[in-house]
């Protein structure tokens, strides 16, 4: 075992070696282990069509520091990779790659297409786990699963054919969100809204047997060619009489009612909305409450249909649009055209904007399902973090309406229905029957959709396992301990794993969920490949290493709030990385003994010194406090906690404490420092490890005993006795603070480093004199004082500068360590630069017009400088005051 780190820290020399020795040893794989408490988690399955983004860098480092904590706390932990077949996406690639070759799916046919599929899915699907290796994900790849996986699959089938059989599952007409590029319905999810520059259309509906007309206004004038009425709210004074009358379609000349709804806002527009029952949500259920006909006057590419009038027929609905305008407008119908600014609805596959679209699809009825889901979370059965999604959680579970389970797709899990063709007789069940179970025929026909991507994923904390089937993997490691997802997905995947792990199960899929944060850019701008501010994960673990790019992302991920990310956060993580590795460097170099288990037994240390039963005290506290807050899923405050013990605690004053033991002392005091020492930075790497794997394993190869084992499988530290120490820790604590207060003279004062000092300092207290007393040797070393004076009643020398510290008066004589006069004009200047800085920084927050229109973090960042020169000028024009009285 070598005894010294290189001199510089090089990621890229360590980061494969340990992964490949991790996976070589199978540290990551689990077995059920009657001895041990399970711990487990099961990745959010990414695209088999995703590479790694930010997103993904914080969810899975996320999982990753909760399955190596666990896993050195001594749980069997089994956290569970794989990727989901995302129908849509997938078949949209292979659609275009195909088209590339110059033929359509349809021209080769369904088999063929799903061969191509495959062989697409087995050459580029999966990127993104080869990804997350580099990002040092300890999952146990041996369990990787795929959502098409044969046995997946199995469990899909079986759980549709199990809620039919149960009633949930049907067919039926309903209004979905319909894509005319791949014609298909899509998800709420899968639809992105963009704002669009358009207009409003004011047009006019004839009253039957009447000279006057009503004026409706919509964004879509097309549609009017499916308008079967006229909603007007029943308070509205305007429109009593009409109620219950007759208008006339124009264009169409069908009369359509006008009707009372109070859906109808009086206030806005004219107060009449045209309804078109198969072509809106709302005016579907207002078709549905009014008994209206339903008038779909769309084909499955949107262009229109035979339902309406010949001229229109076969029309994009763009091309619909300007010709119902044109028309309208020759025959004086068009009241007014008015510029309007609103969003639109587009399907994030098919680039295009939806159609809400009357279509026949299969549908789950949620009433029942959705019970239990609702209570596990009231009930704290399943806890969010932050909790405040609870909320948003139960108003959708309360305003849960049917889910469109269908796609008019080819890639994914086709729906176990089978028609016989003879008799009509429809057969449900896993295995595609060979006949027909009425009347024997062989001709029979499955239907040609398959399932919503979620309607497989919704199973994915179970069916990862050999589910329907008796599975002791399954009884052991289900139900699940946590989840980290987004919150976008809260209800299309979360709920429904809730629900599918009560209806199958009969038990909770996770006790936590955990809602990660959207990661936006230094100007608060989400994060995207058109704006250039989506940086490659992969680049800036070549430029800055693994562990620096984890540790700097949970460093700025605070619970609930969006991550405002930069590179210079990633800087500042790499400097700890940097600062770390040193310090391990430094204590390594000073230790010329090989560790035995005597130098890590704190029974067998003698004639410890106040620091290190500080610093002890310190790593005891620490540790209490960084298990604490990984309990609470707070994994920037523990980066936080960590950054402040190693870098202030440790390196900052520890190690420049034990320097004088190290160079001048007995070979005694000498050991006792570094046994300490080593102690504290094995405990150290133990916390870090979850957070900086890569660094940690290789520092812990330098400290471990020869019969222990690598730090991924190393016992977590634990909190000791031994070291609690209270009252040594406020005595060091002032030792601190006297340090710190003589340097921030030095500082204030602008003495120069090299100069020594003279140091007096009048004592409040017996104790403060013996603490300091015991340590004079420390504090010169560390205040560059070459003469010291602590006393009860020593007197003030003349022309110094001074500080108080618990009632103790300190002094640092100026004479001969500064030029009066050019220090008074150097604060002068840097006074007036700040002025100016100030005051420019005033005049932007001063701006109306700046404070409404630049993004919120640019205003926040403005007040930050604010804040920020203030508190320097006050600071500046305190000390100038100071200097004036000497």
């Known amino acids: 075992m070598t005894q010294e780190l290189s001199k510089r820290y090089d990621s890229s020399l360590i980061e494969d070696k340990w992964y490949q020795h991790w996976l070589d040893q199978n540290y990551f794989h689990s077995e059920p282990n009657p001895e041990k408490e399970p711990y487990t988690i099961v990745i959010p399955p990414p695209n088999v069509t995703g590479i790694l983004t930010l997103g993904h860098v914080l969810n899975n480092t996320m999982q990753d520091i909760l ?7 001594g749980r069997e932990a089994c956290w569970i990779p794989g990727t989901d077949h995302a129908s849509i996406a997938t078949e949209t690639k292979v659609v275009n790659m195909l088209r590339e070759k110059g033929f359509t799916k349809h021209e ?79 998800s709420d999810e899968e639809v992105i809204y963009q704002e669009r520059n358009s207009h409003l259309w004011h047009m006019r509906y004839p009253i039957k047997d009447s000279t006057d007309y009503l004026v409706v206004a919509t964004t879509r004038p097309e549609t009017m060619l499916g308008d079967s009425g006229i909603a007007v709210h029943p308070d509205d004074e305007r429109y009593q009489d009409l109620i219950g009358k007759q208008v006339v379609l124009p264009l169409v000349g069908r009369e359509i009612p006008v009707f009372a709804d109070d859906y109808v806002d009086k206030e806005f527009g004219t107060g009449c909305v045209k309804v078109t029952p198969s072509h809106d949500p709302n005016d579907w259920e ?42 309208l407008n020759e025959l004086d119908l068009m009241e007014k055209i008015e510029e309007h600014v609103h969003k639109v609805g587009y399907s994030e596959r098919g680039n295009v904007p939806i159609e809400p679209y009357e279509s026949e699809q299969w549908f789950m009825n949620m009433t029942e399902l ?73 001709s029979l026909k499955q239907d040609a959709d398959v399932l919503d991507t979620w309607a497989s ?71 995207s490949k058109s704006l250039g501010n989506s940086p490659d994960p992969l680049d800036l673990i070549k430029k800055y290493g693994a562990d620096a790019l984890r540790f700097g992302v949970m460093l700025i991920a605070p619970k609930g709030q969006d991550i405002l990310f930069s590179e210079e956060r990633l800087e500042v993580s790499r400097n700890f990385m ?7 460097r430094f204590v390594l170099m000073n230790k010329d003994f090989d560790l035995t288990a005597d130098h890590i037994n704190p029974d067998k240390w003698q004639n410890l010194e106040l620091a290190d039963r500080w610093i002890l005290h310190r790593l005891n506290k620490t540790i209490e406090r960084v298990t604490g807050l990984l309990e609470g899923f707070s994994f920037d405050e523990t980066a936080r906690a960590l950054w402040d013990f190693i870098w202030n605690d440790f390196c900052d004053w520890y190690i420049e404490m034990i320097k004088q033991r190290l160079y001048e002392g007995t070979e005694a005091q000498k050991q006792t420092a570094m046994s300490v020492a080593v102690y504290v930075l094995r405990d150290i790497m133990k916390m870090m490890h979850p957070y900086a794997p890569f660094m940690s394993e290789e520092i812990w190869q330098q400290v471990k005993l020869e019969n222990e084992p690598d730090i991924v499988v190393a016992e977590w530290p ?69 003469d010291i004076e602590f006393g009860m009643d020593t007197v003030k020398p003349e022309f110094s500068a001074s500080a108080m510290v618990e009632k103790m008066e300190l002094f640092i004589p100026l004479e001969g360590l500064i030029d009066l006069e050019k220090e008074v004009e150097r604060l002068e200047k840097e006074i007036s630069t700040t002025e100016g800085l100030l005051k420019s920084v005033e ?17 926040a960042k403005e007040k930050d400088k604010l804040d920020h020169y203030a508190q320097s000028l006050k600071k500046l024009v305190d000390h100038l005051e100071t200097m004036k009285t000497l």
């Open 67 to 73: 399955i190596r904590w666990r896993r050195m706390q």
């Open 286 to 327: 207002m078709g549905k409450r009014h008994n209206l006909e339903f008038i779909n006057i769309f084909n499955e590419d949107a262009s229109l249909n035979e339902n309406v009038p010949g001229p229109f027929i076969g029309l994009d609905r763009f091309e619909a649009r300007e010709a119902v305008i044109e028309q």
């Open 578 to 584: 940097n600062k770390v590795w040193n310090a391990s």
């Open 457 to 527: 994923s919704w199973l994915w904390p179970f069916a990862v396992h050999q589910w329907p089937e008796e599975d002791k993997d399954l009884d052991y490691y289900y139900p699940t301990n946590d989840l980290v997802t987004g919150p976008d997905i809260i209800f299309f995947w979360v709920a429904r794993m809730i629900m599918a792990g009560y209806e199958f199960k009969g038990d909770i899929p996770f006790e936590n969920v955990y809602f990660t944060s959207i990661i936006r850019d230094g100007q608060g701008r989400k994060m």
């Open 108 to 186: 080769i046919g369904r088999d063929e297409f799903l061969k191509h599929a495959m062989e697409w899915k087995d050459k580029y699907g999966g990127i993104i786990i080869e990804q997350l290796k580099k990002l040092g994900a300890s999952c146990d790849w041996e369990r990787e699963r795929f959502t098409m996986d044969e046995g997946y699959d199995t469990a899909v089938l079986h759980s549709f054919v199990e809620l039919y059989n149960a009633g949930y599952i049907y067919r039926g007409k309903r209004l979905v969100n319909w894509c005319p590029a791949t014609k298909s319905a899509i």
């Open 718 to 786: 634990s909190v000791s006795e031994h070291f609690h120490a209270p009252e040594e820790a406020k005595q060091a604590d002032f030792l601190k603070k006297v340090i710190t207060a003589i340097r921030t003279i030095r500082s204030e004062m602008n003495v120069p480093p090299s100069q020594k000092i003279k140091l007096v300092g009048r004592v409040h207290s017996e104790a403060q004199l013996n603490i300091l007393s015991q340590a004079k040797t420390n504090i010169a070393k560390l205040t560059r004082a070459d």
């Open 843 to 859: 005049g932007k927050l001063a701006n109306k017009n700046f404070v409404d229109r630049a993004p919120e973090a640019v205003v």
């Open 370 to 442: 959705v019970k239990p889901a609702l209570a596990a979370v009231r009930e704290d059965k399943i806890k969010f973090h932050p909790a405040h999604w609870t909320k948003t959680y139960e108003h959708w579970m309360g305003n849960i309406k049917d889910w469109c389970i269908s796609r008019q797709l080819w890639w994914g899990h086709r729906i176990p229905v089978y028609t016989c063709q003879d008799c009509a007789e429809i057969m449900v069940q896993v295995e595609a029957p060979t006949a027909c179970s009425k009347c024997g025929s062989s």
